[in-house]
């Protein structure tokens, strides 16, 4: 009566336990930089980025002065969501200081590239006589950027413009991009990527429901829309946090993730849309705990005469 005893009540926890165990390994998870339990409210920010250089001219100013507004705590609290178009822009300003049709007036002349040379070419603009190829792009590339700095009545077609000279044109505007550059640089650990930028090690932003994981298992935190569900699941790449206000379905003891985008309509706006927000940079040093079974490879007939015996 003992051995049917026991033998149910084996049977009955190895079910449950294995229930437990696959519940527990699809939720709970161990942060590397050892985040506190508790709740985590993700705003993504979402600004109008514009298409036009002048507008793009006007937003990284008025960018600029909104954020050198705040300390660096606040900084820390915005998670900007990141177009394939600001993308481009916001990558070619880290690495080189220049964005849109500056790179093509700031390269060394010999390293144009076909498409550049055209673009170049379609500025009917005078240039010195006899000049030659080089010369001429040369020229051209100086009056895009007078033009782009809303000084082309400077330009002088019979004068035979050098690199330094569009060095010294634009320094200026470097001089200016200083502490956009450097806020940029502040905020790009919580930049979260629309799906259609590779980014790996990021976080991204998924909008397609039926999204295929396996392409992205470089992303160990995915964003994903949703209409009915909120919180998160653990796969076994990827921290997926729900962004919407469903139901809540995926939480744990231990943590609450929560996300919204919040769009704005104005640069104003970032200071008291980014109030209270978590950082998505606290989610990216994620593994899942490591559970350890001990086996036995005592078999079951003489595990039950061992435990008779006693």
């Known amino acids: 009566m003992k051995k049917i005893i026991l033998l149910f009540s084996l049977i009955t926890l190895v079910g449950c336990s ?3 165990n696959r519940k527990d390994q699809s939720q709970n998870i161990v942060f590397q930089n050892a985040i506190p339990q508790g709740k985590y409210d993700f705003k993504i920010i979402s600004l109008p980025y514009p298409n036009t250089y002048s507008k793009k001219i006007s937003f990284y100013n008025e960018f600029n002065k909104n954020i050198s507004q705040l300390n660096e705590n606040q900084k820390n609290k915005i998670n900007l969501l990141i177009s394939k178009e600001m993308n481009k822009d916001f990558s070619s300003l880290l690495t080189t200081g220049w964005f849109d049709k500056e790179v093509i007036g700031m390269k060394v002349v010999e390293d144009l590239n076909s498409q550049e040379i055209e673009y170049l070419n379609t500025l009917n603009i005078p240039t010195p006589t006899n000049a030659g190829n080089l010369q001429e792009l040369l020229n051209k590339q100086y009056y895009l950027l007078l033009h782009l700095t809303n000084n082309s009545e400077m330009y002088n077609p ?3 413009y050098t690199e330094l000279d ?12 200083k502490t956009l550059i450097e806020n940029l640089n502040k905020l790009k650990k919580n930049f979260v990527y629309e799906s259609s ?3 790996n090690n990021s976080p991204m932003y998924i909008t397609n429901p039926n999204f295929n994981v396996n392409n992205f298992s470089e992303n160990p935190v995915l964003f994903l829309k949703s209409n009915t569900d909120s919180g998160f699941e653990v796969l076994s790449k990827n921290l997926i946090i729900f962004v ?13 993730f929560l996300s919204n985008i919040v769009a704005l309509n104005s640069l104003d706006e970032i ?3 980014s109030k209270d927000s978590s950082q998505v940079s606290s989610l990216l040093t ?6 350890k079974t001990k086996i036995s490879h005592e078999s079951l007939e003489n595990q039950f005469s061992t435990w008779e015996d006693k």
């Open 158 to 160: 019979e004068f035979l």
């Open 286 to 291: 994620w593994k899942r705990k490591q559970w």
């Open 244 to 256: 919407g206000n469903g139901k809540e379905l995926h939480s744990n003891e231990d943590y609450q």
């Open 197 to 199: 930028i590779k980014q």
């Open 166 to 177: 569009k060095s010294l044109l634009m320094e200026e505007v470097l001089l200016d991009r």
């Open 18 to 20: 294995e229930f437990s």
């Open 271 to 273: 200071k008291s849309a």
